[in-house]
């Protein structure tokens, strides 16, 4: 596959995959608001955002590098009520999402636009996962009751 194919093709699986996960932080965010954890919430609505905000970036490189921008069908990911799955799940995705995107910025590296559009996507990924990191630090270190109530 030529780098633009797999460029183009990486993009498509950020617009799909992101889209997913924007939806499911989103869900996320209601669970925890209904549960009182009103920090918590907000800062996976602001996941939300962030979110789709790259989504709409990958769609805008997809028009302007000429490829046609899928809606594809989306798998269907898990919803937590217990905050600590959560973390522990969300953590997963973002150590498994990260090297694949490396290699997609890889293939874009002479294509610099969409390289620093991955590049800021990856650092703002990467900021998720050590924040995931430090949570589930902070829980084993202050007890699970102890974090909750930070998070009210």
Partial sequence: MSENNEVIAGLQAIVTGLSQQATGHAIQSRIFASQGFSKLAAKYAEH???????????????????????????????????????????????????????????????????????????????????????QLELIEKIGLQNWLTKQI
Avoid: F, H
């Avoid at 709409?56 to 590098?65: E, G, H, P, Q």
């Avoid at 809606?71 to 898990?78: F, L, R």
């Avoid at 937590?80 to 498994?96: A, P, R, T």
């Fill in 48 to 134: 939300t955002e962030e979110e789709q905000k790259y989504v709409n970036l990958c769609i805008d490189r997809l028009l302007d590098l000429g490829a046609e921008v899928k809606n594809e069908a989306k798998p269907e990911t898990p919803v937590y009520g217990d905050v600590v799955e959560w973390l522990k799940y969300d953590l997963k995705i973002s150590k498994e999402g990260l090297p694949w995107l490396a290699k997609i910025m890889e293939a874009a590296k002479c294509d610099v636009s969409t390289y620093d559009m991955l590049k800021d996507y990856y650092k703002d990924e990467e900021e998720d996962m050590y924040w995931a990191e430090l």
